[in-house]
């Protein structure tokens, strides 16, 4: 099947509630590793990516240094895994991790026709030092990914490539402020909020984000937000918002993503094992990793 390197990022200084630094464990225990091994991966766990304890911080960008020095070793951590022909599974953590792991998939195939990008989560984090109303930096990625800042979360000295976003694709939101929603816009993203997905089912939605974000790329990074599943399935994660997707929608999402071959990188963040029930969600992280790089029902 290949090579796949596992990096955890203990980080929660993106969002407003502490804990989730706690998430790459609970995924590890939901049995993440000994489940790609059974799909016949090769498995290599780098351990965890740790902030450090204090950093600047400014009103409109809370704790941006230490944002910005983990995005920066994340960045080089998944970069070097591409170079080594290794696929990277990177186990949040907040979500303004995304920032440094798409930055080097992107760079990584930047003359290779570029990459697109799934982005599953019940919010939009397509706000900048601007726009944001909370400061909080997880809700920033998005955007600075795609070039729309903070410019700090993509560009440490290497000129980032950004992500084209006519190839990124919004699914689930169902919580995104007035002012992102007039950026992700006037930017081109396509979005499917969860009244889309009441209208087409997520089997159609799913087929039109992989066409948006595949076709014409190298493929596909899928960036899972567990806040995107109703909290009723996942409690454990810091920004929830009622009537999310369902169980089985995630995975109908993530299992028609393994069958079209195009997933080359992927996050799964926001899993706050304080907030959680017996690592259910952690759990369902796990099942979810093991869904999207190939394991079936039947």
């Known amino acids: 099947m290949?090579?796949?390197?596992?990096?955890?990022?203990?980080?929660?200084?993106?969002?407003?509630?502490?804990?989730?630094?706690?998430?790459?464990?609970?995924?590890?225990?939901?049995?993440?590793?000994?489940?790609l091994e059974r799909l016949g991966y090769t498995v290599h766990d780098l351990g965890d990516i740790v902030p450090p304890p204090a950093g600047d911080s400014g009103k409109n960008m809370h704790n941006y240094q230490?944002?910005?020095?983990?995005?920066?070793?994340?960045?080089?951590?998944?970069?070097?895994?591409?170079?080594?022909?290794?696929?990277?599974?990177?186990?949040?953590?907040?979500?303004?991790?995304?920032?440094?792991?798409?930055?080097?998939?992107?760079?990584?195939?930047?003359?290779?026709?570029?990459?697109?990008?799934i982005w599953i989560d019940a919010h939009g984090d397509w706000n900048n030092e601007e726009s944001s109303p909370s400061g909080n930096m997880h809700g920033m990625p998005f955007s600075a990914v795609c070039g729309g800042g903070p410019e700090c979360m993509v560009n440490f000295g290497q000129g980032p490539a950004y992500v084209d976003a006519a190839r990124c694709v919004q699914i689930g939101g169902r919580d995104i402020d007035s002012g992102e929603r007039l950026r992700m816009k006037a930017a081109g993203v396509t979005v499917f909020p969860i009244n889309v997905i009441d209208q087409l089912g997520m089997g159609e939605v799913i087929r039109r984000a992989i066409a948006i974000a595949g076709e014409g790329t190298a493929g596909i990074h899928l960036s899972f937000d567990v806040d995107a599943i109703t909290p009723e399935s996942a409690p454990g994660t810091g920004t929830v918002v009622h009537s999310?997707?369902?169980?089985?929608?995630?995975?109908?999402?993530?299992?028609?993503?393994?069958?079209?071959?195009?997933?080359?990188?992927?996050?799964?963040?926001?899993?706050?094992?304080?907030?959680?029930i017996r690592n259910k969600t952690g759990i369902l992280a796990s099942e979810l990793i093991l869904s999207a790089l190939g394991k079936s029902v039947y």
Not at 13 to 33: D, H, L, N, Q, T
Not at 244 to 271: K, P
């Open 244 to 276: 999310g997707l369902t169980v089985r929608e995630a995975f109908l999402a993530v299992e028609t993503l393994a069958e079209s071959g195009r997933v080359v990188s992927l996050d799964m963040v926001e899993v706050n094992p304080i907030l959680d």
């Open 66 to 117: 230490q944002v910005m020095e983990v995005n920066r070793r994340l960045y080089h951590s998944v970069l070097a895994s591409l170079e080594n022909g290794r696929l990277p599974v990177v186990l949040g953590g907040d979500h303004s991790i995304a920032a440094g792991s798409i930055s080097a998939v992107s760079k990584f195939y930047e003359d290779r026709g570029g990459v697109g990008v």
């Open 2 to 35: 290949g090579d796949i390197n596992i990096i955890g990022v203990q980080m929660d200084f993106g969002a407003s509630k502490r804990g989730v630094s706690m998430g790459p464990a609970a995924i590890r225990f939901g049995g993440v590793c000994e489940g």
